[in-house]
């Protein structure tokens, strides 16, 4: 018995209406794409329950009708269990003269929703705002040396605009990044330094903000919780042309007030009537650069510049309304810049001799913050997820309409039950085939076009660093996965004086041109912090220059999850490439950890297609998850896809052998024999060997 909800509303169906349903996850013959559950189209009578579900949608006139734009959360239950939770969309109303005779929808699984969810949002508009703070060279430095927020924002030493090198004995230029002693003018601009957010905080941002559940014990290992995200939304520094980092006028804390319509609760003068012409007249003690702007019920009107104290300033305001708000705001030129009085009265300007209000603030100094939202690459939120899916070969599953699964295809099939369909089969007509396979197979992280990295595509034929090419001799077109973010190409600077290397490494986003360039979202890890005092760093904050401290630890910043060879369980090389910190490469590439043996099997000389038909048991459909095995005479199969009538039963399966399972032989020998397969015997089990 098959029913169909929209929402807490049952629909009427029809007693022969056939519902086919299409059970995928990731498919065989593009294994770059992820799938998921969707349904043909079919019909529903149109019954007076229906009529009013649907709001007679076929009749344009009738007003606040059903949206067939928006899809509708829905739920398919089977013999009163849930089978698949999803949305359905009206596609068409069928008519018979003027009246409706059936209703065609669409059954869309959780998996679609979740893209239709996110939309085009950016990354931008994530809650991050609780790990925003003041940018001040001293809280960059923080960042830089042991993090900020419990290590979830780190400065890292990336350079988004300047070429540094590193030479102790020489001051050279302003780029030579090594200490010399106090108060020296060179080294890392605290301006120069841009954020970046460690990734398993988006992933809290995302479910917080969509009201979802990520199921994942990857998300949750120290192989996904030492990513970071490089916070670099614009070419150049994080506030290119203001190393303050101000660019937007902050209230006046006016804490006195006298007089109709002015509120020191908002900092805003609320007009009590309507003016013609109003004046504005202020004074304001301050010993630095600075402007005023001026703000119409939230709009910006105009601003001024200051240079010291002024007296008796006035600014004109014309065809004010009641109930209008004019704000005043103080925009400093340094973060050193304080303001420490401000006056102000309003008056009509026909009547000098009446002040409506008078306003004074005390002290107060300004604080420009870092909001990482802000500050995030542009990225829309699905790219994200699917991009973290491309790199770490994820496999995708709705359990719910707010709760999905999502683990490396290995783990995920692991965690998948087994059904012996063997007497529900249909062998009459079947088919074996072979998968379709590429001549050639690309995986790879987006093109970077930093310095380093063209120079590596240079001399090593187009390849980029960390990007995976083989070629095979068969015949195919060509198969790309490509993830959604850059990889950085670290570097290993060489100290000028005495040729020794430093003991940490930099990024930069400099060009060949050695020109700033924004590029893809760049992601890499950040285990720990790391003493450098053999090699320090000098740093300098708003002063302008290094103090008489140094930088003597940093942020380990790496494409490997360790600053200890023997530790390193993660590289983010799809390839095998050279590391430049340990100046090795490693086999726990992205392939190995979590591609390879999906395509080591996929190109085993033992894989097949299997395509046949069955007729399932209920139970088995209502409980079938796509990291299930389904076994038929003792062998053991992958679901690549399976088309049901969820009516009738009937299942069109295309299948996949499991490659190098092992099966019982007193159980299956004599049935494989007569198949006519070959078994070798290994520890007592046998392998099934094509």
């Known amino acids: 018995m098959i029913e169909i909800y929209i929402g807490t509303d049952r629909v009427d169906t029809f007693k022969d209406e056939d519902v086919n349903i299409t059970l995928n996850v990731q498919n065989i013959q593009d294994i770059s794409k992820v799938f998921a559950d969707y349904t ?39 013999n009163k269990e849930t089978f698949r939770e999803g949305s359905i969309e009206l596609a068409a109303v069928n008519m018979q003269g003027n009246l409706p005779s059936s209703y065609e929808i669409v059954f869309y699984s959780a998996g679609v929703n979740l893209l239709d969810l996110f939309g085009d949002d950016q990354l931008t508009d994530l809650d991050l705002s609780a790990y925003d703070h003041n940018y001040t060279g001293a809280n960059i430095r923080t960042g830089l040396e042991s993090g900020l927020s419990s290590r979830n924002i780190i400065y890292p030493l990336i350079s988004p605009k300047e070429d540094w090198y590193y030479d102790s004995q020489h001051q050279g230029t302003s780029n030579n990044l090594a200490w010399h002693g106090n108060n020296e003018t060179h080294g890392c601009n605290y301006f120069e ?69 002015f509120n020191t609760t908002t900092d805003e003068l609320t007009i009590p009537s309507t003016y013609d012409r109003f004046i504005w007249r202020y004074s304001a003690t301050c010993a630095d650069d600075y402007q005023f702007h001026w703000y119409i019920n939230d709009v910006f009107f ?38 420490t009085s401000v006056s102000a009265s309003g008056r009509e300007f026909t009547d000098p001799t009446n002040v409506y209000w008078t306003a004074t603030a005390s002290g107060q100094t300004v604080t420009q913050e870092v909001v990482i939202a802000d500050q995030m690459p542009e990225q829309k939120v699905s790219d994200f997820v699917v991009g973290l899916i491309k790199m770490f070969n ?63 595509r240079l001399t090593n034929g187009g390849v980029g660093y960390g990007d995976l090419r083989a070629d095979f001799t068969f015949d195919g077109g060509e198969l790309l996965n490509q993830t959604n973010f850059e990889l950085l ?27 700033p360039y924004i590029g893809a979202p760049m992601i890499f890890y950040s285990p720990n912090t790391k003493d450098i005092s053999t090699k320090p760093i000098g740093f300098l904050d708003e002063a302008g220059d290094t103090g008489t401290n140094p930088v003597d630890e940093i942020n380990f910043i790496a494409n490997v999850n360790s600053d200890t060879i023997t530790s390193v369980t993660r590289m983010l090389t799809f390839g095998l490439n050279i590391e430049p910190y340990h100046n090795q490469a490693f086999n726990e590439t992205l392939y190995e950890g979590y591609w390879e043996n999906y395509i080591t099997n996929l190109y085993s000389v033992s894989r097949r297609v299997y395509s046949f038909r069955a ?53 299956f020998a004599e049935l494989l024999d007569e198949q006519g397969n070959y078994l070798t015997a290994e520890n007592g089990d046998y392998l099934i060997v094509e």
């Open 489 to 515: 190409r670290f570097e290993k600077l060489i100290d000028q004086d005495d040729s020794l290397a430093v003991d940490f490494l930099i990024g930069s986003s400099i060009d060949k041109e050695l020109k």
């Open 615 to 667: 007729i399932l048991p209920l139970e088995v459909i209502c409980k079938l998850n796509m990291n299930d095995r389904l076994v038929w005479n003792g062998y053991r199969f992958i679901i690549n896809q399976i088309k049901v009538n969820l009516r009738t039963r009937e299942a069109n399966l295309e299948l996949l052998n499991d490659v190098g399972t092992y099966l019982n032989p007193t159980e």
């Open 40 to 78: 043909q189209s079919f019909s529903v009578p149109a019954s007076r329950i229906n009529n009013d579900l649907f709001k007679h949608y076929y009749n344009a006139d009738v007003s606040g009708g059903f949206s067939a734009s928006q899809r509708q959360s829905a739920t398919i239950i089977l």
């Open 193 to 261: 330094l841009k954020p970046a957010i460690r990734l398993s905080r988006i992933i809290d941002a995302i479910e917080s903000k969509y009201s979802i559940t990520f199921n994942s014990e990857f998300f949750a290992s120290d192989e996904f919780t030492d990513l970071y995200m490089w916070c670099h939304r614009r070419e150049g520094y994080m506030f290119e042309g203001q190393p303050t980092g101000f660019e937007q006028a902050e209230a006046v804390d006016f804490t006195s007030a006298t007089g109709s319509g």
């Open 394 to 456: 994820l496999a995708l599953e709705p359990t719910s309409t707010t709760a999905f699964t999502l683990e490396p295809l290995d783990d995920w099939y692991a965690e998948g039950n087994q059904y012996d369909i063997t007497n529900h089969t249909d062998i009459t007509t079947r088919k074996v085939s072979k998968p379709e396979l590429y001549r050639r197979i690309k995986i790879e992280h987006q093109l970077a076009d930093s310095e380093l990295m063209n120079a590596h």
């Open 302 to 339: 105009t601003a001024v510049s200051h240079s010291g104290n002024v007296t008796d300033e006035e600014i004109y305001f014309n065809s004010l309304n009641t109930g209008d708000r004019i704000q005043m705001r103080f925009l400093p030129a340094t973060t050193n810049t304080s303001i």
